[in-house]
């Protein structure tokens, strides 16, 4: 009996590790992010949208960002490019034109 309490204390351990090491699932932007829609001029929202996710988005206007991550904006698809900027959290821009954007959290 007393052999096992190594092996249970080993086997303890290795799954305490193991928890540790398991990486989280993908983090969102808690919140909305609004931009104006560059053919249509409509208002499109995107609601807590994943961190270091590259989202398209053709926009030409007003974009509100009101979620909890910065959002960097490029002029290409795909997160391409120079960024034009980025977008604190809360933060509003007028006049922006941009393809793609991605949101990363502070």
Do not use: W
């Amino acid at each position: 009996m007393g052999r096992h309490i190594p092996a249970v204390v080993a086997a303890a351990g290795a799954a305490a590790l193991l928890t540790i090491a398991v990486p989280t699932s993908a983090q969102a932007a808690t919140g909305t992010f609004l931009y104006t829609h560059a053919y249509s001029k409509l208002t499109v929202t995107l609601t807590n949208p994943a961190d270091a996710s590259c989202l398209q988005a053709t926009a030409n206007g007003t974009v509100t960002n009101n979620t909890s991550s910065s959002a960097t904006l490029y002029p290409s698809p795909a997160c391409q490019g120079e960024p034009l900027g980025t977008l604190p959290p809360k933060g509003t821009a007028s006049g922006l034109a941009f393809a793609s954007v991605v949101f990363t959290a502070p």
